[in-house]
């Protein structure tokens, strides 16, 4: 990378009063740049904290869409247009206007993971790190639909004692995590704890320590006191774990469990997309009013 970059970066930046935003599974260099590193919620909440103009988050489309929901006079970017998010393509809005049908005083708790619109369906968003929250705080009397993450949602089931109806979504790059590989890993490193997402399969979870958002494994690396941590989920958060934690070793599970889509962001995008203003996220307003009171319903517990 270019010092040359880095200084067009630096004064396009400073131009259009731009705030680079870059989750943790972001290629390296591209959360080098990054004013602020993080997960998906966290970023766009500290991204409507501040008095910037121009937000480029570095992530996938739904990430980008959190930020113009929270931050609607804001021009929020994501420089490459095709970085979508299998998981939130496996529901669409209508699909979850048919299974709502099925259900008579069905609650529809969605994971942050999805579009603006199937948010705008449903009554609270969650993430990985207060889902099991969220449908604790829920009427008990009338059944849940959770979407899309059937394998968060299991989890939550299980941490709550509640019975839940699950959407069949997953994300592709856990399910790549597997319990051979814990084993394999272990064998190698027998003193180490092993920390996965809860978007993992139950046997993989069953199988870890813990089962921690992205924000809480950088939480327990912190708090540490052991010299080496096996983190199953998406390779890029290493880069974060072992800038922050110097005199630890991060081995991940596997890595297979790699995100072609968050790694289709380069720090060449991000220069084009503060050159070019482009490609910026748009929401109908009617469905952002309505994706955000689902948010603030979260926000609110």
């Not at 705080?137 to 993450?149: G, I, K, M, Q």
């Not at 046997?203 to 690396?221: C, F, H, K, N, P």
């Not at 790699?258 to 910026?280: A, D, G, Y």
Request: hydrophobic share 40%.
């Amino acid at each position: 990378m270019s010092e040359k970059i880095l200084e067009e970066i630096a004064g396009l930046k400073q131009d259009m009063r731009a705030l680079i935003l870059a989750h943790n599974y972001q290629r390296s260099e591209v959360q080098d740049i990054a004013d602020f590193t993080g997960d998906s919620l966290e970023l766009s909440r500290k991204a409507a904290g501040t008095d910037a103009e121009v937000i480029v988050f570095c992530g996938v489309h739904f990430m980008a869409e959190t930020a113009k929901i929270l931050s609607p006079e804001k021009t929020v970017l994501l420089p490459d247009a095709e970085a979508g998010c299998p998981m939130a393509n496996m529901i669409t809005p209508e699909q979850l206007e048919e299974e709502k049908a099925k259900h008579e005083g069905v609650q529809v708790v969605c994971y942050v993971n999805s579009s603006a619109a199937v948010k705008a369906g449903s009554d609270v968003c969650c993430t990985s790190a207060n889902a099991a929250a969220v449908v604790e705080a829920t009427d008990s009397r009338r059944p849940v639909l959770f979407v899309p993450d059937q394998y968060l949602g299991h989890y939550v089931m299980r941490k709550t004692g509640r019975e839940m109806i699950l959407w069949p979504g997953y994300c592709p790059t856990h399910m790549k995590v597997t319990v051979k590989d814990i084993e394999r890993q272990k064998a190698r490193f027998p003193e180490a704890k092993v920390l996965v997402h809860p978007e993992c399969r139950p046997d993989v979870i069953d199988a870890a320590d813990e089962a921690l958002s992205t924000g809480g494994i950088l939480r327990y690396a912190r708090a540490y006191k052991g010299k080496t941590l096996i983190i199953g989920t998406e390779t890029g958060i290493l880069h974060r774990l072992r800038k922050e934690n110097p005199g630890m070793a991060f081995v991940p599970v596997t890595e297979k469990a790699l995100c072609p889509n968050m790694k289709r962001i380069t720090v060449e995008k991000v220069l084009s997309s503060l050159r070019e203003m482009t490609p910026k996220i748009e929401i109908p307003e009617q469905i952002r009013i309505r994706a955000l009171a689902a948010v603030q319903r979260m926000l609110a517990l």
